[in-house]
Nanobody, 120 residues
Framework: QVQLVESGGGLVQAGGSLRLSCAAS????????MGWYRQAPGQQRELVAT???????NYAASAQGRFTIYTDNADDTLYLQMNNLKTEDTAVYYC??????????????WGRGTQVTVSS
């Protein structure tokens, strides 16, 4: 089993920044892809950003231009740098891993989440 542990969430004012971390129990270079998702109260879980094939990134429209997803293979950690935070970003943020199956990316493992709260 792969263990993923998120950290770095907290309470910030609108316009501020946070960096989320996702520490993995094995070398992240062995994953075909990794991603960040979030779920706000009363809402469905939604994709925030993914990084695949080592360097290909994809962002939700709401995150594009403000968030950056990247990995550090030296410490087996996935990061999400969040700048210019808005109250709409308030949610529990989850990291996950992906593998390629039949030519497409499928989700494998999930962390337990970290709370991000943005105040006005």
């Amino acid at each position: 089993q792969v263990q993923l542990v998120e950290s770095g969430g907290g309470l910030v004012q609108a316009g501020g920044s946070l960096r989320l971390s996702c520490a993995a129990s094995r070398s992240i270079s062995m994953f075909n892809g990794m991603g960040w998702y979030r779920q706000a109260p009363g809402q469905q879980r939604e994709l925030v950003a993914t990084i695949r094939s080592g360097s290909i990134t994809n962002y939700a429209a709401s995150a594009q231009g403000r968030f950056t997803i990247y990995t550090d293979n030296a410490d087996d950690t996935l990061y999400l740098q969040m700048n210019n935070l808005k109250t709409e970003d308030t949610a529990v943020y989850y990291c996950n891993t992906e593998r390629i199956l039949d030519g497409t990316f499928v989700q494998d493992y999930w962390g337990r989440g970290t709370q991000v709260t943005v105040s006005s």
